[in-house]
């Protein structure tokens, strides 16, 4: 049943009508005016040099209950201390993903590819927030990897397994490919992103150095610990940076406030904390703008280091790209 703007103004009427005592539940909660309940698009673009920077809103995951088990080395008293820090709720948390596109001009970039609906229910948005950008997945003509884990390569096939991104070649680190290609890797995230994988063929896959100028204007940065080969790409444009920060930090009232924390999703957690001091270190010093793919939308920041920690400064929303 479809309610028109006619019927709520008779229904409306009618509840007025009632007498209070006898007006039901539904009368009382429905509002006389509806409510959209939909959020605008989950795109912000933004000039760099001569580029041009879409992100792009993939949803998010509910984790619920961060006190426990998300942190492995802080007890829930501190957790809960860090979430009420940022005015976050206590009881869940919402990790969001989003996803850097560069339009070099020449080629459209596309960093990592999400959870392509393919993991939690609240997150698949990016195929609605691409098309509302403009961004059609044929138009991609490269795709840069940070690392493998399952949020990060899902985007690259539909549910029954064919290529998203038929025209794109895939840049991948070497590290990390021979880690979740190899027999060391734990059986079922590497069992995904083979599968992942699988849908392209080999000579569309560019592996590289992970400290390599993959594309002009992209470089590799290594960022080791959150998975052996996990890279960051600076993206540079006449004078102007961005880092693609993929995973060296989760939620950055998590374990950018608080580096010595390791999150559960950490590999190697000991090597991921020294690669988080010594990043945010020269980011803080050298005032470089980050897209963090785990941070809140638009996810685009500075880091200023203060006391033992690093606060992030988000970068402020303009209306002109
Ligand atoms: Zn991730």
């Known amino acids: 049943m479809s309610l028109d703007r006619r019927d709520l103004l008779v229904a409306s009427t009618a509840a007025l009508a009632a007498p209070a005592l006898g007006a039901t539940a539904a009368q009382a909660s ?21 580029f041009e920077v879409t992100i792009i809103n993939d949803g998010y995951n509910r984790r619920p209950s961060p006190g426990e088990g998300f942190v492995r080395n802080a007890d829930r008293t501190a957790v809960e201390a860090a979430l009420a820090r940022a005015f976050l709720p206590l009881g869940h948390l919402d990790i969001s993903f989003n996803l850097t596109v560069v339009n070099t001009g020449r080629e459209m970039i596309l960093f990592d590819t999400g959870t392509g609906g393919l993991l939690a229910a ?9 098309a509302a950008a403009g961004l059609a997945p044929e138009a991609v003509t490269k795709i840069v990897f940070t690392h493998f884990h399952g949020d990060h390569v899902s985007g690259l096939v539909t549910r029954e397994g064919t290529a998203r991104f038929p025209n794109a070649e895939l840049i991948v680190p070497e590290p990390e490919w021979a880690f979740w290609m190899g027999d060391r890797a734990p059986a079922q995230p590497a069992a995904m992103a083979k599968s992942r994988f699988a849908a392209y063929p080999p000579e569309r896959i560019r592996r ?6 993959v594309l002009p204007g992209v470089r590799g940065v290594p960022t080791p610990g959150h998975t052996p080969g996990h890279t960051s790409w600076l993206v540079t444009s006449a004078e102007a940076s ?9 939620h950055p009232a998590i374990n950018l406030r ?3 924390w390791h999150i559960v999703f950490d590999m190697d957690p000991v090597a991921a904390e020294a690669t988080r001091r010594g990043l945010f270190d020269r980011l803080a010093a050298d005032r470089t703008l980050i897209a963090g ?3 809140p939308f638009p996810s685009l920041g500075y ?5 033992e920690g690093y606060e992030m400064v988000p970068r402020e929303w303009s209306p002109s790209v």
Not at 122 to 130: E, K, Q, R, Y
Not at 242 to 250: A, F, I, K, R
Request: avoid cysteine; charge should be positive; proline fraction near 7%.
């Open 242 to 250: 961005l880092l693609v920060l993929g995973d060296v930090t989760n």
């Open 30 to 50: 429905a509002p006389a005016v509806p409510f959209s309940g939909r959020q605008a698009p989950g795109f912000y673009r933004l000039r760099l040099g001569a």
């Open 303 to 307: 880091v200023r280091k203060e006391g």
């Open 258 to 260: 608080n580096p010595g």
């Open 293 to 295: 793919y785990h941070w």
């Open 122 to 130: 609240t997150a698949g948005t990016m195929w609605d927030n691409l």
């Open 208 to 213: 590289v150095a992970s400290n390599s100028e």
